[in-house]
């Protein structure tokens, strides 16, 4: 089993930055990619951005040359930094991790908003 916690979300200006955080215990697997969703208010899940095993990170093109993922094996911890958030960026983000099951967090809420 696979264990996945989002921290970091919160209310923030147009314009301005945060960074989200989950945390991955368990049975973290080398070969497997981790990556972030998010879900807006009455939309569908959507990809935000991935980073392989071997470190090649993927972004959707709506958040592509804003937000970054990085990790850090030691603290078994990938990292989503956004910056010039937008209020569409508003949606609650989803850390997930598969090695070939999918493995997802609990959420954590992103709201831009002036």
């Known amino acids: 089993q696979v264990q996945l916690v989002e921290s970091g979300g919160g209310l923030v200006q147009p314009g301005g930055s945060l960074r989200l955080s989950c945390a991955a215990s368990g049975r973290i697997l080398r070969f497997g990619a981790m990556g972030w969703y998010r879900q807006a208010p009455g939309k569908q899940r959507e990809w935000v951005a991935t980073l392989s095993s071997d470190d090649r990170d993927s972004y959707a093109d709506s958040v592509k040359g804003r937000f970054t993922i990085s990790r850090d094996n030691a603290k078994s911890t990938v990292y989503l930094q956004m910056n010039s958030l937008r209020p569409e960026d508003t949606a609650v983000y989803y850390c997930?991790?598969?090695?070939?099951?999918?493995?997802w967090g609990q959420g954590t809420q992103v709201t831009v908003s002036s």
């Open positions: 997930h991790y598969t090695s070939g099951i999918n493995y």
